[in-house]
């Protein structure tokens, strides 16, 4: 029987290359979505629908899913700490159950750079950095919400410096420090994040931790 997973947010940059990716392998996708006429522009009747608020999907929306993916993005930066907010939540929806597993998506800022630093301590520093820094940190402390969490069966991948749209390309894992590729780019693209997260899925690697992505 193919995986059944859910994909919060699976109308966004990274949503939408997950599900894609997952129905390209044969899983069944349920998308947790706010707006039911874009999702169906975009996957027709490949997926089941569930349009509501995310932080109003119950116990029952998921317990029959083997894998939720967090792809949840606040559209407001004033918003951000609602990354932290859903991760908690999912987790204790999820708490002392076998399934779903659950499938984070996180910011690079909590990725270290090396001498004790993380990205998110260099971001500090920018002078511009209160039009965008409210997410990276939202984000660094969702992982340490999730490096504290036992209860539950929980993987988190954090993306390059450089997230854009883009097709799947070459890449290469990390764990916890910030990767660069040989032309010295930290950047990765949605298709390839879509590729890696379901390979991750299909053939589970990582277990209550942590990884990265680089696109080659």
């Known amino acids: ?89 999912l987790v204790e929806l999820a708490k002392n159950q076998d399934k779903p597993r659950l499938f984070f998506i996180l910011g690079a800022g909590s990725l270290e750079t090396g001498d004790g630093h993380r990205l998110i301590d260099k971001l500090e520093t920018y002078p511009n950095k209160e039009t965008f820094i409210e997410t990276p940190r939202q984000q660094a402390k969702e992982y340490e919400l999730l490096k504290n969490t036992t209860s539950v069966n929980w993987v988190a991948v954090s993306p390059s410096a450089n997230f854009k749209p883009g097709a799947f390309a070459d890449y290469e894992l990390g764990n916890n420090t910030l990767m660069k590729n040989a032309a010295g780019k930290s950047e990765v693209t949605s298709g390839t994040i879509g590729r890696v997260i379901v390979e991750e899925i299909i053939n589970p690697a990582h277990h209550n931790e942590r990884f990265t992505a680089v696109n080659k």
């Open 1 to 89: 029987m193919a995986l059944k997973i859910g994909v919060i947010g699976a109308t966004g940059m990274a949503g939408r290359a997950i599900t894609q990716e997952a129905l390209d392998h044969g899983l069944q996708v349920r998308a947790f979505i706010h707006n039911l006429d874009k999702a169906k522009d975009m996957f027709g009747d490949q997926v089941e629908y569930v349009a509501k608020d995310v932080f109003d999907i119950q116990h029952q929306d998921i317990d029959d899913l083997d894998v939720v993916v967090d792809a949840f993005a606040p559209g407001d930066r004033n918003k951000a700490y609602q990354h932290v907010d859903l991760a908690a939540r």
